[in-house]
Nanobody
Framework: QVQLVESGGGLVQPGGSPRLSCVAS????????MGWYRQTPGKLREFVAL??????????NYADSVKGRFTISRDNAKNTVYLQMNSLKREDTAVYYC????????????WGQGTQVTVSP
């Protein structure tokens, strides 16, 4: 089973532009749809973005709350997916989780351990 390690979180000022990284323990192409979710205390984990194995394209999806501010990308050669976050707001404060959805030979989902992003002056 693939293992995921996120990094890049921390304390960020409003309007900041951090980039999260998620490194997978095996090749993410062509088996994995890669994505990001986030969670705040007392709330369900919510979808942020996902990208199919082929990379950038029409099938890259974003939550409405981050559309136009966040960008997901992947470097298949480095087994890494990124989340570039721009124009951060206080409400973006959350633990951000990387997710790998295996699409074949069997469907499965793997979560990373999460990285905290805190938006505060």
């Amino acid at each position: 089973q693939v293992q995921l390690v996120e990094s890049g979180g921390g304390l960020v000022q409003p309007g900041g532009s951090p980039r999260l990284s998620c490194v997978a323990s095996e090749s993410i192409f062509p088996k994995y749809v890669m994505g990001w979710y986030r969670q705040t205390p007392g709330k369900l984990r919510e979808f942020v973005a996902l990208q199919p194995p082929g990379g950038n394209g029409i099938n890259t999806n974003y939550a409405d709350s981050v559309k136009g501010r966040f960008t997901i990308s992947r470097d298949n050669a480095k087994n890494t997916v990124y989340l570039q976050m721009n124009s951060l707001k206080r409400e973006d404060t959350a633990v951000y989780y990387c997710v790998a959805d295996q699409v074949f030979p069997v469907a499965s989902r793997t979560w990373g351990q999460g990285t905290q992003v805190t938006v505060s002056p």
